[in-house]
């Protein structure tokens, strides 16, 4: 089973044109910040203190968990072409039950996800630190690497759910295309939450990925908004940058957000399970 899985992150890693079409939805999130996007939300909001560094905080964490999606989508891709060219029938053949072979895609895709959100969170830092001179928050590390591991999780999950019932190498490059572009709309970082429709908006908070970029723009934010900010600032930015999501009038907090994260990878992890399950009989008759 380890031997499966370093295969599968081995050659995520050596196919480089993977690698970059796996950011492309991170990539696709920082030009269109940095190209229009940043001055728009700095014109609007010009009045604020260190309006420049909230907002390269906000689209750190946006960019990150869109990096979590893309990143495990593209290393699920390996289940599909083992599928397409019969590797899969070899699989079978070896101890491992069907089980333990598509925990392994799940298991590095996952992981996979969570090391590249954090290559991601570092560039994207240097990067503005360098422009605007941001910091980091001291405290909240381990809360950091918490969101991203669950957001890693449940991203997986969603997309393994997906690619469950693709079966085309064609197909799937065509549909990594999509969910690449569309991750930036999924997680409220092409626009900013409160830019969009009410129903946009509960799409958005259908989305795994969603409560984890939340959840880190409430820590990478927190620290600098209330040093800056009066409450009333506070809780227009939030409600607008989506840095806290409402459900039913109740504000969440990165407790609930963490809380809804585990209830959405359990759910998943039973909907998987089942499909599986019901696929093996299938198969098996």
Known sequence: MFALLKRNIKIYFNNVPGVFMSLLGALISFFIYIGFLQQ??????????????????WMIAGIVSVA?????????GQMVKDK????????RLTEL??????????LSAALIS??????????????????DKIELPNNGYLLLLMFILLGSIAATLLNALIVAFIHSSTTFSRLSAIIGTLSGFAVATYLPYGALSKHIQTLVKCV???????SLR???????SHQKLSAS??????NYLGIHFKIADHLLSRADNAWILVEMIIALVLIIVIISFTSERKRTN
């Open 40 to 57: 728009n939300l700095e014109d609007s909001w010009h009045y604020l203190p260190d309006i420049a560094k909230l907002l390269d905080l």
């Open 68 to 76: 979590g999606i893309t990143t495990s989508f593209q290393t699920l």
């Open 84 to 91: 397409e060219s019969r590797k899969a029938d070899d699989l």
């Open 97 to 106: 039950s069907q089980f333990k072979i598509n925990l392994t895609y799940v």
């Open 114 to 131: 969570f090391l590249m959100q954090i290559i991601t969170l570092i560039v994207m830092v240097t990067y503005f630190k360098i422009v």
């Open 208 to 214: 795994p990925s969603s409560y984890e970029a939340a």
């Open 218 to 224: 409430s820590l990478l934010l927190n620290q600098i």
């Open 233 to 238: 600032l506070r809780t227009e930015m939030a």
